[in-house]
């Protein structure tokens, strides 16, 4: 039974800040680890490797976070990541600016979005049936365009974004930080983002409070399309070519990224700096794992183990904390 | 099994039952809180003893105790003369302590059947015996003499029936002790009398019953013994003939029950909003007109057509005829936002469905309808964002360590608060209260009428929807009442006795029951 008015003593609130700040041991920790017991993990060039491997993953995450804090998923992402590589590559190809067809990529992520949005909201199709509809006929209509080849992209200039670095930083680590901040200012100090907790908690109650629950929806897919369709981009940069059988899997470690980064699947809980921590994480443990020279089967089933220990122990504080 | 019913007034003195369940300096302590200061308390079987306080005075953690569901502190609890530690529900279960909740806790996309014997399967080499279990479970609700059938799906009967399922449901485990937690919040008349009738019968053979209820008439009707709790001590134990009303709402909050029913009367101003012939789901061809400075009371009973009144006045579904006006204009209300937009603002029914983000910070709930005020295209106003919610848990006197406290964390009543608080700060016009009071204590729903005093002083108009008849007669100014989707009566405060407005609310159904009381 809650007693009469306690000065605000007890840190609920910085309950997301304090779980980042234990994630952010562990990745410390990993990375202590690994420096002592390798002699390459250290180096620059493998600290580049690892925040290019990372970054990826980390942006579809935070797409993916605000999601499932409505109460939903998008199983999508990694097939419009690896639809957004055919569109890039073809517009490039194709002589359009870079720039406009980067613009255009990001745009065919946001129509796949709203699509999702439309599909949840209007048809009333669950999230997960609707991503997982879209996941199979994406990399189907991929194909279609590109008849089962790769395209290599004839654009030097785009494909040396990726490699290159800026203040000693890889390009893609700083294109977290592009989409890292302004996820935070939206999720935690803006409105929109009060609302994508409400509606992940309780939808009803944010219609009656006057939320205008369906295009909170349509929002957050919208987001998450947006987001892989920029790894997509990315990731065309990167590799060189638009084929649309990459990213295979990509959804399930931006998912398990977003969950080890504090996201309950249930809605209504998660933060932007835990899926980032939760990506690096994973991108450190299979870097990590690489360098030891660890069997590459095993590495999937660490990452399935620290799936289970981060959430239990997760719940068990969420638990205890009450 | 003796079928016969109990006499309705039981005798004053209570018939020899042996002390069953004994609490010795039973105590619970929470970090921070003594939710339950220690309880000396015996139980007789066969009795009826009803449990009665405020929220958070330490019902809830008795039973919890009692149950098994939490460990206490220090105490004993002797049942049947020997100790019991109930450490876990299994072993208080076991010993035949059972208890049916206020939110029924079935699986509701399960047959009745199957959620009367779940865990109890009856079964044949592995095999379900499904039928055998329909039909077994059939007798037994025939033989209760409750009219619901024992094949279809749990979450198809109506909250009240699903109750009555949950009760006949804990009598048949070989239930010596049973607990009642608020059960008639969500059951209308007819469905508590057909409670209130299997409860007699359990008394009848022997079975103790613990009545926990917010409503006095109730336990007066029922119990043989009362005690009352106040803030985690048990400050009496009353025979029901040699105590009444005044008295138990005195020990409870230590105020008079004139006090409760806080009613200021203004003259009406203005008219806020009118429906006019106004028809859609679930209602016809209703018309009424709300005035600044005055309660409009909705009294009907559950699912004749109020709550899908009101609801479509505020947008959630389509009218299908008639006409809204917004202060003397017509207006078209298609969403819920049109109407917030105007000046309306709803606190639903169900506080956990309709009401709350349970899982979120008591200061998001009280804010959300105000977050596009209190931030500019992009960002909100973290200042104002706390001075608000701060505000309205001061002013509401909402219990909570602060505004970052989850609002699950809160009692019923406080989290009632929240739903009625996050309107102040936006100054609507219209408030409509649908069933506010539900699972209220006495002291916050004095609180409550308060606020609606403050409201009306402000030019405010109020409808309010209840199914506690006292309340809408103490507090409406005018008075509808709903029987089958009709308007079907008006009368000013207290303009009409109890007696015909029940009559007018049940009018029809009395004739199909042919005459039963």
Redesign the interface.
Known sequence: ??????P???P??NYNALFGLTLLALLVLLWVILSLSTSSFASANNISNLLRQGSMIAILAVGQTFVIITGGIDLSVGAVVGFATVIAAMLINAGVPVFLAILLTLLVGVAIGLFHGFGIVKMGLPPFIITLATLTSLRGIGLLMTNGNSISINNDAFQEFSRNSFLGVPNLFWMVILVGIPAY?FLH???WG??L??VG??A?????????VQRTIYMAYTLSGLCAAFVGVLLASRIGIGNPTQAEGWELQAIASSVIGGTSLFG??GSVHGPLLGAFILATINNGANLLNVNAFWQRIITGVLIIVIVYFDGLRRRGG? | MTSTAQDLHPAPVLEPGRTILELRGLEKKYPGTHALKPVTLAFKSGEIHAIVGENGAGKSTLIKLLTGVMPRTSGEVIWEGKPAPLATPHEAMALGINAVHQEVVLCRHLTVAANMFLGEENSRFGILQQRAMVKEAQKIIDDLGFDLPAHVVLGDLTIGQQQLIAAARATVRGTKFLIFDEPTAYLTRKEADQLFTLIRRLKGEGVTIIYISHRMEEVFELADRVSVLRDGTLVGTRNIAETNDAELVKLMINRSIEQVYHKEHFTPGAAIVEARNLSGKGFENVSMTVRAGEIVGLYGLIGAGRSEFVTTLYGRHKKSAGQILWEGKPVQVNSEHDAIKLGMALAPESRRDQGLCLNLPVGLNLNLPIYKRISNNLLISGAQEKTQADRQIADLRIKTPTRHALASSLSGGNQQKIVIGKWLAHGAKLFIFDEPTVGVDVGTKAEIYRLFGALLSKGAGIILISSYLPEVYELADTLHVFRRGKLVATHGFRTADHEEILTQALAEKQEKLGGKT
């Open positions: 039974m809650s007693t009469e008015a306690i605000a003593e007890k609920k609130r200012i100090h803006s409105r009060r609302y907790f409400s908690s309780n009803e109650a944010s219609r009656l409070s006057g939320v205008n209504a809980v009450k």
